[in-house]
C-alpha cells in the first residue's frame, strides 16, 4: 500500500519552455540590414547579414560571427546557414568594412587612436570602442524579432578571431554565454609589463577585470593543420614571433601564459583549447567544430 500511495503522489516534471513564433515584420529568413551605432560612431554605419531558420522560435539561440581580415559578413553567415538549419540557431554576421574599420578600429578595437604605438597613444573613451557595436547589434534585433533571448554566442576566425579574444578582456561584462577565438594571427596576453598590442601594458584593464574574464566561458580555438609559417597575412615582428611562428603554435602559447595569468591572481579559470582536427586555416572547419560544442 506504501508503494502504492508513493506513485500516487509522484509530481510530473514540468515541459520545457516553448518559444513562440519570432514576429518576422522586420527580419525574416536571410537577409541583412543597416546597423547604425550610437554616438560618437553613428558615422560608421555596419552591414548585418542574418539568417533565421524556419523552426526558430522567440527562444532560438543566436551566434553573432565575426569575419576576418577579407571582411566578408556574407561568406560567415552563408557558411553557416546550413548548420544552423540543422541545429537551429540564428546567425548574426556584422560586417566591419576597411574603409570604416581598418585594422585599429576592427584588429584592436580602437581602444587607442593608434593601437600600434599605445605608449604615446590616447586612450579612446569606452563608447569609441568598436567592441561597443556588439551588444546594441544583438538588441536591436532581438527587439525587431520580438525574441526572449537573454545572452548571445560569440564565435571570430582569424582576424575575428583577434577581435573576440580581445573584447572579451577588454569588455568582461559583456552579455555572452560562450565565446570562440578560432585561429588569431597574434594575440593580446593577459601580461601588464608588455604593451598593447601584444599585452596588457598602458591599457585600463584592472585585476578585478581579469578575474570576471577567466570565470566565462571562452574557447581558443586552432586548427590542427594551421601551421604555415608562411601563411597569407601572418604577422611577422619580434612581438608576434615570441608568442611562435604559427597560428597553432601562438595559439597554444596564448593560452598557456592565460592560464599562468589566472593561476597568479588564483582566478577561477574557465577558458579551454582545442584542436580542430585536419583543419588548417578554414573559417567553415574551424566553426563547425565550434558549433559542435555550442550547440549539441
Known amino acids: 500500500m506504501a508503494a502504492v500511495l508513493f506513485s500516487a503522489c509522484r509530481v510530473t516534471p514540468p515541459s520545457p519552455p516553448q518559444g513562440q513564433p519570432l514576429n518576422a515584420a522586420t527580419f525574416s ?22 539568417h533565421i531558420p524556419e523552426d526558430a522560435n522567440t527562444l532560438t539561440p543566436i551566434l553573432i560571427t565575426f569575419h576576418g581580415n577579407g571582411r566578408d559578413g556574407d561568406y560567415s553567415r552563408d557558411a553557416l ?58 538588441y536591436e534585433f532581438t527587439i525587431a524579432v520580438q525574441s526572449e533571448a537573454k545572452w548571445f554566442d560569440l564565435f571570430g576566425h582569424s582576424a575575428g578571431g583577434q577581435f573576440v579574444h580581445r573584447m572579451v578582456q577588454f569588455m568582461p561584462a559583456m552579455n555572452y554565454r560562450k565565446a570562440v577565438a578560432a585561429a588569431s594571427g597574434w594575440y593580446t596576453v593577459p601580461d601588464s609589463t608588455i604593451p598593447f598590442p601584444y599585452g596588457t601594458q598602458y591599457t585600463p584593464i584592472q585585476f578585478y ?29 619580434p612581438e608576434a614571433d615570441a608568442q611562435g611562428l604559427n ?4 595559439a597554444h602559447f596564448f593560452y598557456g601564459e592565460s592560464a599562468l ?36
Open 29 to 50: 529568413g536571410t537577409g541583412s540590414w543597416e546597423f547604425v551605432p550610437a554616438e560618437p560612431l553613428d558615422d560608421r554605419p555596419i552591414e548585418v547579414f542574418y
Open 81 to 138: 546557414i546550413n548548420l544552423a538549419n540543422q541545429r537551429n540557431f540564428i546567425v548574426l554576421a556584422p560586417t566591419y568594412t576597411k574603409e570604416l574599420y581598418p585594422t585599429n578600429r576592427y584588429h584592436l578595437g580602437n581602444v587607442f587612436d593608434d593601437g600600434e604605438e599605445s605608449a604615446t597613444s590616447a586612450l579612446n573613451p569606452t563608447s569609441e570602442w568598436t567592441y561597443s557595436t556588439v551588444e546594441p547589434i544583438f
Open 209 to 237: 577585470q581579469q578575474l570576471d574574464y577567466f570565470s566565462r566561458d571562452v574557447l581558443i580555438l586552432v586548427g590542427e593543420d594551421d601551421t604555415d609559417e608562411n601563411s597569407a597575412g601572418l604577422r611577422h615582428t
Open 247 to 250: 597560428r597553432f603554435d601562438r
Open 261 to 296: 595569468r589566472a593561476q597568479q591572481i588564483q582566478a577561477d579559470f574557465n577558458w579551454d583549447l582545442q584542436v580542430s582536427p585536419g583543419v588548417n586555416h578554414s573559417y567553415l572547419g574551424n566553426a563547425a567544430y565550434a558549433i559542435d560544442l555550442m550547440y549539441p
